[in-house]
């Protein structure tokens, strides 16, 4: 990594400002955390400053809301459970986790100076000011006043020029990666530079547009390419099948002909479904056939998920790659009658073990969950967006901003 990261530098008894990604699902009235994920998963950054003597001031945003005040999407939820995670990693001395009413101001500050060595400040929601996401310098340096040091471990958010991921940079020292976005980067950026062959990506979703850019760009980079998901509706159309009632962007076809032309003039071999599981209605329990791909499917029903001639086809792909990026399922997933495929992909990734297996972010990620085979995958992506932009080949302006090595 061409980053400085938190292991680069001296946090004995400084004030660390850690931006974290504690965006965290609540319960409707916004007083218990229903997911705690996010919070787990920055917590070997957080021990790490600990361990290290530093005094650490996290901050984070949590839901949209619309920069001001709302009290439906405070942080103070996340302190209890903060302490309950804290307590149970570290036991040779108590962590005591204060939270702070703003994330700025004369509160803020004055809890931040009073912080001593291995205690924890979590200050409220950067989104109730609309300075944060409006990258506003002057609340960018305000945050920075806080600390002497600043480490981005919200991966999630490293695709936003924002104020606590950008801006602060500009006033501090130093700026360097959290132990979370150092792995995100390491095998992200692994992957589309020096990736062990052969290289296998397997894209899902539902439209071509989102993902457009991420199959362009790795083209250029795998083996084989796997569409699945609503998007490969759009892929048959333009090898002029028709598909009934299926997801079909009508304005993405001519661009579907030219992605199937670009893979055939690379050498890289892009596999759609052979055959579909059809539904005669969007719903768990509708009706269903299993289709081939090559026949035009009848006008009333729609492709839901990927048959039994995809999946083994797929498992095989999967079975011989060393290199594999997941993103997006194969199926409507959420209804259990159409989530065999996206199954199916999940514990073939996870059944290879001598590959470097990253899920990256959203739907995939809960797939991987729900089939219980997470512990199994050697990198699951934190950030949906992030991870989507880091393999389209963007830069993310939260890593740009970070500190050279």
Not at 7 to 15: E, G, P, S, V
Not at 24 to 44: K, N, Q
Not at 100 to 129: K, T, Y
Request: aromatic share 6%; net charge negative; charged share 25%.
């Amino acid at each position: 990594m061409a980053k400085l990261s938190i292991r680069d530098i001296d946090l004995t008894n400084k004030r660390v400002f850690i931006r974290v990604d504690f965006n965290v699902p609540l319960t409707e009235d916004g007083s218990e955390i229903t997911d705690d994920t996010r919070i787990v998963a920055t917590l070997p950054t957080i021990e790490y400053a600990l361990r290290n003597k530093a005094k650490v001031i996290l901050a984070s945003h949590l839901g949209r809301p619309k920069g001001k005040p709302n009290m439906k999407y405070s942080l103070r939820p996340v302190v209890d459970r903060l302490r309950e995670l804290l307590d149970k990693k570290e036991d040779d001395y108590s962590i005591n986790v204060a939270f702070s009413p703003d994330c700025v101001g004369e509160i803020a500050e004055e809890m931040s100076r009073q912080l001593e060595s291995r205690q924890v400040l979590l200050l409220e929601n950067l989104r109730f000011h609309a300075e944060e996401e409006a990258n506003d310098p002057a609340f960018a340096k305000e945050l920075a006043s806080l600390a002497d040091v600043y480490v981005n471990d919200a991966f999630g958010s490293a695709h936003r020029a924002h104020a606590s991921t950008e801006g602060i940079t500009h006033y501090m020292k130093q700026s360097v990666a959290g132990l979370l976005m150092e792995k995100e980067i390491t095998y992200l950026g692994k992957a589309l530079e020096s990736p062990e062959k052969p290289f296998v990506a397997i894209i899902g979703g539902s439209k071509i547009s989102g993902k457009i850019d991420v199959i362009q760009n790795l083209l250029d980079k795998v083996d084989t390419l796997v569409i699945v998901g609503g998007m490969a509706y759009t892929f048959q159309r333009a090898l002029g099948v028709t598909t009934g009632k299926s997801l079909v962007e009508e304005d993405k076809i001519g661009l579907a002909k030219e992605t199937l032309a670009k893979a055939k003039a690379k050498g890289v071999k892009l596999l759609l479904p052979a055959d579909n599981v059809l539904a005669d209605a969007f719903a768990n329990d509708a009706k269903t056939q299993e289709w081939d791909c090559t026949k035009n499917f009848p006008a009333e029903w729609q492709g839901l998920d990927i048959g039994p001639k995809s999946i083994t086809a797929i498992e095989q792909v999967i079975a011989g790659a060393k290199t594999i990026v997941w993103n997006g399922p194969a199926g409507v997933f959420e209804f259990p009658k159409f989530a065999a495929g996206t199954n199916a992909i999940a514990h073939a990734v996870a059944k290879n073990k001598t590959a470097t297996s990253i899920i990256g972010g959203g739907d995939s990620v809960s797939a991987i969950n729900q089939a219980g085979v997470a512990d199994q995958i050697t990198h699951i992506s934190t950030g949906g967006g992030a991870s989507l932009e880091f393999l389209e080949g963007k830069k993310l302006p939260g890593v740009e901003a970070l500190t050279d090595k």
